[in-house]
């Protein structure tokens, strides 16, 4: 059973910059597309961005485009975000999961306890 564990949240002002980690332990994750989701409080959770198997093919919602980036280094089996020019509506808990190809609906039924990011103004 794969197991995600998420890191490099914190506390940043506005217009800062944070990145975070996913490490996959259990299984390879390699031939997956990942994602990263985000959940604000007494908010679903929502795709922010995906990355393909090789890491050639990125994604994002509008909101975060040109400010994030997403990469991942298969070797470490691991995956990462780097968020530029923070904003208060950024501050979420930042999951990660595999993701489907067509619909970046997420693939794994068991998520990491994700990382707290929070934006002051």
């Known amino acids: 059973q794969v197991q995600l564990v998420e890191s490099g949240g914190g506390l940043v002002q506005a217009g800062g910059s944070l990145r975070l980690s996913c490490a996959a332990s259990?299984?390879?994750?390699?031939?997956?597309?990942m994602g990263w989701f985000r959940q604000a409080p007494g908010k679903d959770r929502d795709f922010v961005a995906r990355i393909s198997p090789g890491g050639g093919a990125t994604s994002y919602v509008d909101s975060v485009k040109g400010r994030f980036t997403i990469s991942r280094d298969n070797a470490k089996n691991t995956v990462y975000l780097q968020m530029n020019s923070l904003k208060p509506e950024d501050t979420a808990v930042y999951f990660c999961?595999?993701?489907?190809?067509?619909?970046?609906?997420?693939?794994?039924?068991?998520w990491g306890q994700g990382t707290q990011v929070t934006v002051s103004s």
């Open positions: 259990g299984r390879t994750v390699s031939r997956y597309f």
């Open positions: 999961n595999a993701v489907t190809s067509d619909t970046s609906s997420p693939v794994f039924a068991s």
